[in-house]
């Protein structure tokens, strides 16, 4: 009886403890608005990396682009280099892998 309990309070622990350390592995999502200073489609037409300037901070942004709406708008020509944009990420290391990619006037 003694020992179930020693097992199960245990077994709690260990449970919160690695709860604890998922959290700190996990993205940080960044919000910004900025003006796209360029746009480099991927030879393949399934990626792209778009540079932007935060109008907060003054610094230029890389962020990965993989969905396919995104990347049509590229493509088309509405979203260009000059438009304000407002873009959702998350932050993984060095690389931004893009949420949302809209024109802050709308598109």
Do not use: Y
Not at 17 to 46: C, M, P, R, Y
Not at 64 to 69: F, G, P, V, W
Not at 82 to 105: C, L, P, V, W, Y
């Amino acid at each position: 009886m003694r020992k179930n309990i020693w097992v199960a309070i245990l077994s709690t622990m260990m449970a919160i403890a690695g709860f604890a350390f998922a959290g700190s592995a996990s993205a940080e999502q960044v919000t910004i608005v900025g003006n796209l200073t360029s746009i480099k489609l991927a030879a393949d037409g399934k990626s792209a990396v778009a540079v932007l300037k935060d109008n907060k901070s003054g610094e230029s942004v890389n962020v990965n682009i993989t969905d396919d709406l995104t990347l049509d708008k590229f493509k088309d020509k509405r979203i260009v280099p000059g438009d304000e944009i407002r873009t959702k990420f998350d932050k993984q290391g060095d690389k931004n892998h893009s949420k949302s990619f809209k024109k802050t006037a709308g598109c």
